[in-house]
């Protein structure tokens, strides 16, 4: 799946990112240095990361959140030799690979990207996906999700029974409740940064914040 952000913006991005000791990005890999100079390549957090596994395991704690999506992307010698560092390179190393979503300039700067695709016809909201910065793209290629507009689809009765939910959990519930399965499972195979802000734009559709 495309990246939201162009090469160029990235290795600018990049270098505003604040991370750990060891720890830094090219523009397609995650790289962490241990003090005895062993290196270990990982896939770009953005880039590795489904929206789908994040919304499965965000709701546990930094360290399991990191370790249960790095068991799902990462082939056994990967997962080996993540193993076999201490536990304070684990640690760096863990902190590092998601810092891409987790510092808001960052973050911000990724959305952007995301919001320009989306477009409003009628009553859906429709997101096309594609190549950032590719001047041969085919947009007869680009992925197209369809979802109604949240605003005049999802019924209180809904957010009411489900109150218990915090604000993002209801809105993934709202999806689930009223998006077709092929786009559900669209947004769930979409990169984590294009699904969390696709999501969370038609939440905030027409003027309203569902759960807020």
Not at 62 to 82: G, K, R, V, W
Not at 181 to 204: F, K, Y
Request: charged content about 35%; aromatic content about 8%.
């Amino acid at each position: 799946m495309a990246r939201t952000l162009n090469r160029r913006e990235r290795r600018a991005a990049k270098k505003r990112l604040k991370l750990p000791k060891g720890c830094s990005l090219t523009a397609d890999a995650f790289v962490y240095e241990t003090e005895e100079g062993e290196k270990l390549t990982l896939p770009r957090f953005e880039d590795a990361v489904l929206y789908g596994d994040y919304v499965d395991n965000r709701k546990k704690s930094p360290e399991d959140f990191a370790s249960a999506l790095l068991e799902l992307i990462l082939d056994e010698d990967e997962l080996a030799a993540f193993d076999d560092l201490d536990i304070v390179d684990g640690a760096r190393l863990s902190e590092g690979w998601v810092s891409e979503i987790t510092q808001e300039d960052y973050f911000r700067r990724e959305a952007k990207a995301v919001e320009d695709r989306i477009t409003y016809e009628d009553d859906s909201l429709i997101y096309t996906s594609a190549d950032a910065g590719d001047a041969d793209d085919d947009t007869e290629d680009d992925l197209r999700i369809v979802l109604p507009r949240a605003g005049t689809t999802i019924k209180q009765g809904f957010v009411r029974r489900n109150r218990h939910l915090d604000a993002e959990d209801l809105a993934y519930a709202a999806l689930i409740e009223y998006a077709t399965p092929e786009a559900v499972d669209a947004i769930r195979n979409l990169p984590i940064t294009e699904g969390i802000v696709l999501v969370l734009a038609w939440r905030d559709d027409r003027g309203g914040s569902l759960g807020e």
